[in-house]
């Protein structure tokens, strides 16, 4: 094998080999199931995601804040919005060899929270709550690519107080910061070899998780213009976030090997792409309003996963704490497509289309992020009841069949081809979002 991570017998009776990959999947491939292209979550309020999450240009409720936070100045009183999104994620794998496998059947939750509250007629305060990244995906642990990867979450716990001010009447501008929280979990399987009188003896395999959590900080900028009645322009901005999670490694060793595991501290770097959306929104053929988004999203800041260890290990016959795997993703555009009917005062029906580019190249393609390029069919509504507005919206999100048949490496070395799980990959997922927000 290409990386070798070595224990000795306490009894000197032979020498354990464990073909490691090792940390190559330590914060490395991330969710293997988000809602955006790579990783991201874009599904943030129900209005949004009903009509394609093309919302930019209009931001009228309390999800603005992660939206457009200019939109806010639109909101004359103050508002509470509660928001939970289900997502049930199938994949498939079909190998050149035959072997095929599926994914666990799991529902996968998100939630936000909004706040926001005026404080005269040209400035307005809000405060945010989300996960912006996320997701996971568990694969069965005897699936053909158990050595690089059956189980991956990733978790962001995003807090973004935002203000938003109204110099003239036709236009406003916001700004917020952002504390992001982010947790990683990656477990896999990894085979077993021990030297034992002087013959290599093949054991069941062992088990490696992997675990970090860091915390980064960010800002967002927005801006929302009405050149004329009816007609808004807006252009949201969200900056990078850098992240260096700091956890272990921990290797749990067959039973009847009689060597007990080890942990290892490391640490990875990862930074959260910027994005900018550009929207328009145009609401003169009532009771109708069209809108139409361009989200483009920075993912070349994922160049490369480095891991540093606090304690060496063989990798490719070389003794070394760094630990590299390219990555070389470039930036992607979303194109976002919505329209929502307004059926009486407080009720509206929603709809939208996106096209969702892949920012993964197809040399760094891997089965913990089998990226694609998505189609994503959205619909939904919302209804005012006094002070409070229902809301509801589902999404089914269909990823275009995608062939891996590269080769991962290791700090410039294959993997084993053995553990290299090439082949199609297919996924869909059905989302539902509900929403609640109560104007005080």
Request: aromatic residues 12%.
């Amino acid at each position: 094998m290409s990386c070798l991570y070595h224990w000795a017998h306490s009894s000197g009776a032979g020498v354990l080999k464990i073909p490691l990959l090792i940390l190559l999947l330590c914060w490395y491939g991330l969710p293997a199931r988000a809602l955006g292209a790579g990783f991201a979550l874009i599904q943030q309020g129900t209005a949004a995601m009903a009509q394609g999450n093309a919302f930019v240009a209009e931001a009228d409720d309390a999800s603005a804040i992660f939206y457009n936070p200019a939109g806010i100045t639109q909101l004359k009183r103050p508002q509470f919005y509660f928001g939970s999104f289900l997502n049930y994620p199938d994949r498939s794998f079909h190998g050149f060899n035959g072997q095929s496998s599926e994914t666990n059947h799991r529902l996968y939750r998100a939630l936000t929270v909004y706040q926001t509250l005026p404080v005269s007629n040209r400035v307005t305060l809000g405060l945010g709550m989300f996960s912006p990244f996320g997701l996971g995906t568990v694969w069965p642990p005897t699936w053909a690519g158990r050595y690089l990867t059956t189980y991956s979450s990733l978790k962001t716990y995003n807090v973004n107080p935002t203000i938003a001010v109204k110099p003239l009447e036709n236009l406003s501008v916001g700004a917020g910061f952002d504390v992001l929280w982010s947790t990683v979990r990656i477990k896999k399987k990894t085979p077993t070899v021990a030297t034992v009188g002087g013959r290599q003896v093949q054991f069941s395999d062992s088990d490696i998780d992997l675990g970090g959590d860091g915390v980064g900080c960010g800002y967002n900028l927005g801006v929302l213009y009405e050149p004329i009645t009816d007609v808004k322009l807006g252009v949201s901005y969200r900056s990078e976030i850098s992240v260096t999670h700091r956890g272990d490694m921990a290797t749990t060793l067959p039973a009847d090997l009689g060597v007990n595991g080890t942990t290892i501290d490391g640490s990875a770097g990862l930074t959260y792409p910027p994005s900018v959306t550009f929207g328009l929104a145009y609401a003169r053929i009532k009771p109708f309003t069209f809108e139409f988004d361009a989200t483009w999203t920075g993912w070349s800041t994922y160049d490369q996963l480095r891991v540093d260890l606090q304690q060496a290990i063989l990798v490719n016959g070389v003794m070394t704490k760094m630990l590299v795997t390219p990555k070389n993703w470039h930036d992607a555009w979303a194109f976002r497509f919505g329209a929502n009917y307004e059926v009486k005062p407080g009720m509206k029906l929603r709809c939208g289309y996106v096209y969702d580019l892949t920012p993964v190249p197809d040399d760094t393609f891997d089965p913990q992020v089998p990226d694609a390029n998505r189609h994503i069919f959205t619909l939904g509504g919302d209804l005012q009841i006094q002070r409070f507005t229902l809301g509801i919206a589902y999404n089914f999100i269909l990823s275009e069949p995608r062939t891996k048949s590269n080769a991962v490496t290791l700090n410039g070395v294959p993997i084993a081809a053995a553990s290299q799980a090439n082949g199609t990959y297919r996924s869909n997922v059905h989302s539902l979002g509900l929403s609640l927000a109560f104007r005080f």
